[in-house]
């Protein structure tokens, strides 16, 4: 049962990339509770080269689908759109705690 799933490369760029996406939010907040602001940053921009990564991923299966050249839809792939929400939700939620961190950090140093 070797069947080829139609955009694979994209659907696991998707999922590699969100993940990815998704644990360097996570290590950006860490470095944030430590005080660790620049790293905290860092991590962040870290996040948003995999989600334009997986943005790239994804642009060719829209311009398919725009194209007319539509994709059966299956569970990898809607698992895929899955992970790359959560972890665009999950980075922008980062980035606010990251700024509440540094606002409580700059309040206690007064």
Excluded: C, W
């Amino acid at each position: 049962m070797d069947e080829e799933i139609p955009n694979q490369e994209a659907i696991m760029g998707l999922i590699i990339n969100g993940g990815n996406a998704k644990g360097s939010s996570f290590e950006a907040i860490e470095y944030a509770k430590k005080g660790d602001f620049d790293h905290a940053r860092d991590k962040l921009k870290e996040a948003d080269d995999f989600l334009s990564k997986a943005h790239n991923s994804q642009t060719g299966m829209l311009t398919n689908e725009a194209n007319g050249i539509h994709t059966p839809l299956s569970l990898l792939g809607v698992h895929a759109q899955d992970h790359i929400m959560t972890a665009i939700t999950f980075r922008d939620l980062a980035s606010e705690i990251i700024d509440l961190y540094a606002l409580i950090d700059q309040k206690l140093r007064k």
